[in-house]
């Protein structure tokens, strides 16, 4: 089945420095992926749409300076936090839908982000 | 507008016993349901989802949901409890069409000896 790998697990940085967390699809083509944040006891929140080649669109109230996501290739997103405040600390999902399908979207396994 | 209402923030069952999680949603056309669940400081597993043909789903671990469009419902449910299944429990509902997922809350699952 498809599988989707995210790095790293867990990360603790200090406040103001910036912390990239990467997306990979391990056996297909994601020509989109998503990322999503959850806040403690909250669902998840869809920040924004991850296209290769492309400009990531980005949910209404998201920073997009703040969250940059870079689509490079066909199996990897990445998501940078810059200059990362305290306020950011979360969790961040990533998912993935095989290229050419509308679904079958997989998710990774997260990535809890402190800021200290 | 889209959405999906998991009513119940917190249940506790007793071990072996019978677990129903609710779900409702609100969608405009026609929605393809998921259930997923997050064991703590884990990512989302997914337990099944529902896309068409027969409203009863089966998923894994023992789980099955119950698609009631009359009812706009997509209720979880397993018949005997284990301690390992306490957990949080997200029901979302996808566009077929679309790329978007809405998540709703979750319900956190409590299991007592």
């Known amino acids: 089945g498809a599988v989707v790998s995210q790095h790293p697990s867990w990360v603790i940085c200090k406040s103001g420095t910036s912390v990239k967390i990467e997306c990979r699809s391990l056996d297909f083509q994601a020509t989109t992926m998503f990322w999503y944040r959850q806040f403690p006891k909250q669902s998840l929140m869809l920040m924004a749409t991850?296209?290769?080649?492309?400009?990531?669109?980005?949910e209404q109230g998201v920073e997009k300076d703040k969250f940059l996501i870079n689509h490079a290739s066909l199996t990897l997103s990445t998501l940078t936090v810059t200059s990362a405040h305290p306020e950011d600390s979360s969790f961040y999902i990533c998912?993935?839908?095989?290229?050419?399908?509308?679904?079958?979207?997989?998710f990774g396994s997260g990535t809890r982000l402190t800021v200290v | 507008a889209q959405s999906v209402t998991q009513p119940d923030i917190h249940i506790t069952v007793s071990e072996g016993a019978s677990l129903e999680l609710r779900c409702n949603y609100s969608?405009?056309?026609?929605?393809?349901l998921f259930w997923y669940v997050q064991s703590p400081g884990q990512g989302l597993q997914l337990l099944l989802k529902?896309?068409?043909?027969?409203?009863l789903v089966q998923g894994i671990k023992g789980f099955e949901a119950e698609f009631k469009r009359s009812q706009s419902s997509f209720n979880l449910r397993k018949p005997s409890v284990h301690w390992s299944d306490a957990a949080e429990y997200f029901c979302a509902v996808g566009a077929w069409t679309g790329n978007q997922f809405y998540f709703g809350t979750g319900t956190s699952l409590t299991v007592i000896p």
């Open positions: 998912s993935a839908i095989p290229s050419g399908q509308t679904y079958g979207y997989t």
């Open positions: 529902y896309f068409s043909g027969d409203t």
């Open positions: 969608y405009g056309a026609t929605p393809y």
């Open positions: 991850s296209n290769e080649g492309s400009k990531a669109t980005y």
